[in-house]
């Protein structure tokens, strides 16, 4: 639970454990807040939602006045509200909209202190004459005769000069009337934000996105209602929308992205099927298994309720390069057998039951390792699900379609086909063979004795380990992507006016104004900028106008931001799974306690510390850790109050009034909506703190005193912001490392060397120090993907065991798993040197689980080979190993090269959402080819031991 109070507003932020259903949340806790027996006079029933107050926005439009319109853009705020945001609330997946800026339509009573006082009346009488008279009230019905009257008293006010007649005062010869002591007009309340676009004042509007929509769907949706409203709405006011930012070129770009990384690598995989098998016709009959196992795979996620978006087309992109591993295990035992010259008929049906059980056993343990991944609860299991089940759906039917539809197939295009005995020896079969008779060389060799074996398989498992100790990198959480959007959050002095914050906004785009559509000094050009200046709430934000260079525009941005004198702030890419603004990858670092000077000193020297020893990293406080928000307190005196018949209540009331004016009412016209009703005085009444200590109040007693011989005037300094975590006073500093260091890495300084540093001062005495936000959420992932990594081996092993009826040939088996994952790392290692940087994010993690599922498919050819030969061929030990080794060596090759290649666009076609699965590629890629290398010497050095244990 988490709560911020600052000037005007307040929120509560509860979050709840992932899967727990948001309707019955938001149920239980709109309950909840209905049992509040009431709130205080002038503050608003509490609005609950279900989208969080931190949640980004996804679409932003600007609300500008055309041309020719002379009314200030601001005093549009209620016409918005009661005309345009219910049209676009209404939308399907909108949770709720952030307006910015703008300034509400209100009915001001403008009172003057030194008519009050000569009339001697009080500001406590003027409140309770109006809020008696402001009202209606039924009496309920009176019969008579055959109908019923309604009786009702009318005194609401329908007009200001309803408002200004009002009788303040009647003794019989003297009648004060409201409009003696006051100005009534209807005017608009204080301007306290602004809102410009490209330079141009307007309205901000964002959107925000329900739990779990669809971003595309609804954001089409909106467009349409944007498109509406400037037609119809918006034209007769003299008002257009500018739509600003929304995130489907960079979500579309993605889809695109990965679709043409399916067909690509689709086309990859069929090439080397015809380097390999050089027929078309079995080409053919292989590549069928693509197309019937892809399109099933939308259908699958159809029915589960999944939407088709690049996570689960990723999934089916990696899956893709595996699709035709069965079929080609399949096929090429058909043609094996056809060229032993049997009949087409003959040749399928063998072919086909020699390795069905092998072929189904390297599929089960593919599905299974991915059943945990499929429930884990944390934020990224969502993520995995969308990849699991594409990639089981996938695999599960390229089974269903290797057994039945390829020896069909193969029977029918074989079928009346001649016999072809005497071909001459290509180029490309000389050379396979000569490859072949190599590996077979060395696979003798190693298998030779005992002492080649335990050498072989304690070098490469050793080769395996040490790798995976040197290479493995530091941990990052969720893939940022490469969004074309930067936004800058700006942390300004406190107690900032509204006049500063607008000349601020102004500066902003003097200083972009030259990189605004044209590149300069190698900073991108900006397409389009916005700044958002509100109390508490200061960010401005950039649109590049190439996509994919907005992260060039940080440094700018951050540059600009400190160049503003007292300013300091980060300037940041939004992540595309990011949750909160600015949240995407940093690190929440809490201190909590009940002192807050303790607090805020420890923090300062955390926020110090953290600067010097993560170099590059933009740290943000909330809330402000300088407690310099200039305040001025009114301090009554209960003696002087009391003798001229006052209390602090009635003090507190007649300053308010005098200040920023206070809420007595609603004013309703006919056919519009109620709007406030504010008792104030003249805005240029009190220019200073000082001006309204010596402001002259009427006593209920008829005199007049200035509040100065009422009560003390004090000047001091607070906080703009209260901020509380578990209901303990908090200062959290959000850190968002340099792009260079892991998240892990951050964790570790802060944790190991920063905090016990600032301990060591005693700055954290009662204190208690922790972090959150992706911190956290790295932590709870990364364990539960490494126990889910060990659960999916030994689900691999059991279900082996299970299906070969051994416990000792499903070890054997596992041995490819150290082989894979020290594939994986340098599979990464690679990436980063000589591609592109990529973290071990926990997207990249997830390739591990997914080897353990993929690398035992060509130990499992191999053992189910060899006992094959052993208990039907007559063969002994070591001809059964190694002739299974010599028959399955180019299913094995063939099925990985297709599987490296369909895989490899991913890798290395760079584009709109590449980063989010170019790490989980390169570590299948890399485990999958070095596994492949070294399975063939590993297994059988194994095998041919533990074999000897089999009965005829």
Avoid at 665 to 677: N, S
Wanted: hydrophobic share 45%.
């Amino acid at each position: 639970m988490e709560s911020e109070a600052r000037n005007g507003q307040g929120s509560v932020t509860l979050r709840f454990k992932v899967g727990t259903s948001v309707e019955q949340a938001l149920l239980r806790v709109t309950n909840k807040i209905n049992e509040v027996a009431s709130y205080p006079a002038d503050v608003d029933n509490p609005v609950v939602n279900a989208s969080g107050a931190t949640a980004s926005p996804v679409i932003w439009m600007i609300l500008k006045t055309k041309d020719g319109n002379q009314r200030p853009v601001q005093t549009y705020k209620t016409f918005f509200e009661n005309e345009v945001r219910q049209h676009i609330e209404r939308v399907k997946g909108v949770s709720e909209l952030f307006v910015g800026s703008g300034t509400e339509d209100q009915m001001h009573v403008i009172i003057s202190a030194e008519r009050l006082a000569a009339y001697g009346l009080t500001i406590n009488d003027v409140i309770e004459v109006i809020q008696n008279e402001n009202t209606n009230i039924s009496a309920g019905t009176l019969a008579v005769g055959r109908h019923d009257f309604r009786v009702r008293t009318i005194g609401e006010f329908k007009s200001a000069e309803d408002i200004a007649a009002v009788v303040l005062r009647s003794t019989g010869q003297q009648r004060v009337l409201l409009g003696d002591v006051a100005v009534v007009r209807q005017d608009y309340a204080k301007k306290n934000s602004v809102v410009l676009h490209n330079g141009i004042p307007g309205i901000a509007i964002g959107v925000r996105p329900e739990t779990g929509t669809n971003i595309l769907d609804m954001t089409n949706l909106v467009e349409a209602r944007y498109q509406w409203l400037n037609a119809n709405t918006l034209e007769a006011e003299g008002l257009y929308l500018d739509w600003v930012y929304d995130q489907r070129f960079y979500i579309n770009g993605a889809i695109d992205q990965i679709q043409q990384n399916i067909l690509f690598g689709g086309l990859l995989a069929v090439g080397v099927l015809l380097l390999f098998l050089r027929s078309v016709r079995a080409t053919i009959v292989v590549a069928t298994a693509i197309p019937i196992s892809v399109i099933g795979t939308f259908i699958f996620l159809d029915l589960l309720g999944r939407n088709l978006n690049v996570v689960s087309l990723a999934g089916i992109a990696f899956a893709v390069g595996m699709l035709v591993d069965n079929a080609i295990v399949v096929i090429e035992n058909i043609v094996r057998h056809r060229q032993m010259g049997k009949t087409a008929f003959d040749a399928a049906l063998q072919g086909t039951k020699e390795v069905w059980g092998a072929v189904l056993a390297s599929t089960i343990t593919t599905v299974a390792v991915f059943l945990p991944v499929v429930f884990i609860e944390e934020e990224a299991g969502q993520l995995f699900r969308d990849i699991a089940i594409a990639v089981v759906a996938a695999v599960s039917l390229s089974l269903f379609v290797s057994v039945s539809v390829i020896p069909m197939f193969a029977y029918w295009l074989f079928n009346g086909q001649k016999q072809q005995t005497d071909n001459k020896p290509t180029f490309l079969d000389s050379l396979g063979q000569r490859l072949s008779n190599g590996l077979m060389a060395l696979v003798t060799l190693v298998i030779r004795n005992w002492l080649t074996r335990i050498s072989t398989i304690g070098l490469l498992i050793s080769l395996a380990i040490t790798s995976v100790w040197l290479l493995t990198p530091k941990m990052e959480y969720l893939p940022q992507g490469n969004r074309n959007l930067v936004l800058n959050i700006l942390i300004p002095p406190p107690g900032l006016s509204t006049a500063e914050r607008v000349e601020i906004g102004e500066r902003f785009f003097d200083m972009a104004l030259p990189h605004i559509g044209a590149e300069v000094d190698g900073v991108p050009a900006i397409k389009n900028m916005f700044y958002v200046g509100a109390e508490g709430f200061m960010i401005s934000g950039a649109i590049s106008e190439e996509w994919d260079r907005a992260r060039e525009l940080l440094p700018f941005f951050t540059e600009l931001i400190y160049s503003i004198p007292g300013m300091y702030g980060v300037s940041l890419q939004p992540g595309v799974f990011e949750s909160g603004l600015g949240e995407g990858r940093a690190i929440k670092l809490n201190i909590s306690g009940n002192d807050l000077n303790k607090i805020v000193t420890a923090a300062g020297a955390l926020f110090n510390m953290i600067h010097t020893e993560l170099a590059g990293s933009q740290i943000r406080p909330i809330p402000s850790i300088e407690l310099t928000y200039p305040e001025v307190q009114i301090l009554p005196d209960p003696d002087r109050l009391r003798a001229n018949k006052m209390s602090n209540r009635d003090l507190g009331i007649a300053l308010d009034v005098l200040m920023d004016g206070r809420v007595i009412g609603d004013f309703k016209q006919e056919g519009k909506k109620k709007i406030d009703l504010i008792l104030k005085a003249a805005d240029s009444d009190f220019p200073t703190p000082q001006d309204l200590y010596q402001a002259n109040l009427a006593t209920p007693d008829g005199k007049v005193v200035p509040v100065s011989s009422l009560a003390q005037l004090q000047q001091t300094t607070g906080m703009a912001l209260i901020r509380h975590l578990e209901t303990n006073r908090t200062v959290t500093l959000q850190i968002t490392p340099p792009k260079s260091m892991p998240l892990q890495r951050a964790m570790e300084i802060i944790e190991q060397q920063i905090i016990p540093l600032v301990s060591d001062m005693n700055l954290l005495n009662g204190l208690q120090v922790d972090m959150s936000g992706a911190a956290d959420k790295l932590v709870q992932t990364r364990e539960a993907l490494q126990w889910n990594f060990l659960l999916a081996a030994l689900i691999a092993y059991l279900l082996m065991a299970s299906l070969f009826g051994n416990f000792i040939y499903p070890l054997i088996i596992m041995l490819t798993v150290p082989l894979a994952g020290a594939g994986g790392f340098i599979g990464l290692k690679l990436l980063n040197i000589f591609i592109v940087p990529q973290p071990m994010d926990v997207l990249t993690m997830l390739g591990f689980v997914i080897l353990v599922g993929v690398v035992v498919n060509n130990a499992i050819l191999i053992v189910y080979q060899a006992l094959n030969n052993f208990h039907s061929g007559g063969m002994d030990y070591q001809q059964a190993v190694l002739e299974s080794t010599r028959s399955r060596l180019r299913p094995i090759y063939m099925s990985a090269t297709t599987s490296i290649c369909g895989m490899l666009p991913l890798v290395l076609i760079p584009g709109p959402g590449s980063e989010l699965y170019r790490g989980l590629g390169s570590v299948i890629l890399g485990g999958l080819a070095v596994s492949t290398v070294f399975t063939i010497f590993v297994i059988p050095a194994m095998l041919v031991v533990a074999i000897r244990m089999e009965n005829r």
